[in-house]
T-cell receptor, first 115, second 109 residues
Framework: KAGVTQTPRYLIKTRGQQVTLSCSPI?????VSWYQQTPGQGLQFLFE???????NKGNFPGRFSGRQFSNSRSEMNVSTLELGDSALYLC??????????????FGQGTRLTVV | QKEVEQNSGPLSVPEGAIASLNCTYS??????FFWYRQYSGKSPELIMS????GDKEDGRFTAQLNKASQYVSLLIRDSQPSDSATYLC?????????FGAGTRLTVKP
């Protein structure tokens, strides 16, 4: 069974540009969460999608947005990139949303560097 | 503010010893608890989940949960150098999952 697939794995962008990251969840999983991980801040929750609807959102500016498609694949977009957006962006897939005893599995992440 | 606290370490143990990783959480209604292992430069990997009070064993790993004390721990028996990683505690209530900052474990040969 294939795991969570994130593309691209590495990305270098210039300040002010925008970027789109993609996440394909485990087959049969319908919930996708996004996290930003930096050495200083640890894992910070961005947002979670289930059935093409954003169910939960973390404390990030509006430059960070996402969406989910009918096949459960998800994308996140960051506009007007800043140097501080350099981080490892992780996607986690879960079978369902909002239920207890539901495990989340991470993809390999996309390492974004903003120069 | 719901908090998940872990000792950042580094925690250093000799090969073959028991490594004990601890996590406390502030939200009494949290119901699901997870341990992830993250190697440097890699993504977190789920190694244990525990939902009820007591111990849960899986190979060399044992998770312990005490909801009354709001405490969850991970024991690694017969620690190996390959266990050297950062261990993240995650606590979930309904649709809200929060992570601790992680404990860095080093197992010395």
């Amino acid at each position: 069974k294939a795991g969570v697939t994130q593309t691209p794995r590495y990305l270098i962008k210039t300040r002010g540009q925008q970027v789109t990251l993609s996440c394909s969840p485990i087959s049969g999983h319908r919930s996708v969460s996004w996290y930003q991980q930096t050495p200083g801040q640890g894992l910070q929750f961005l947002f979670e999608y289930f059935s093409e609807t954003q169910r939960n959102k973390g404390n990030f500016p509006g430059r960070f947005s996402g969406r989910q498609f009918s096949n459960s694949r998800s994308e996140m977009n960051v506009s007007t990139l800043e140097l501080g957006d350099s981080a490892l962006y992780l996607c986690a897939s879960s079978r369902i949303w909002g239920a207890q005893n539901t495990e989340a599995f991470f993809g390999q992440g996309t390492r974004l560097t903003v120069v | 503010q719901k908090e998940v606290e872990q000792n950042s370490g580094p925690l250093s143990v000799p090969e073959g010893a028991i490594a004990s990783l601890n996590c406390t959480y502030s939200d009494r209604v949290s119901q699901s608890f997870f341990w992830y292992r993250q190697y440097s430069g890699k993504s977190p990997e789920l190694i244990m989940s525990i939902y009820s009070n007591g111990d849960k064993e899986d190979g060399r790993f044992t998770a312990q949960l005490n909801k009354a004390s709001q405490y969850v721990s991970l024991l690694i028996r017969d620690s190996q150098p390959s266990d050297s990683a950062t261990y993240l505690c995650a606590v979930k209530e309904d649709d809200d999952m929060r992570f601790g900052a992680g404990t860095r474990l080093t197992v010395k040969p």
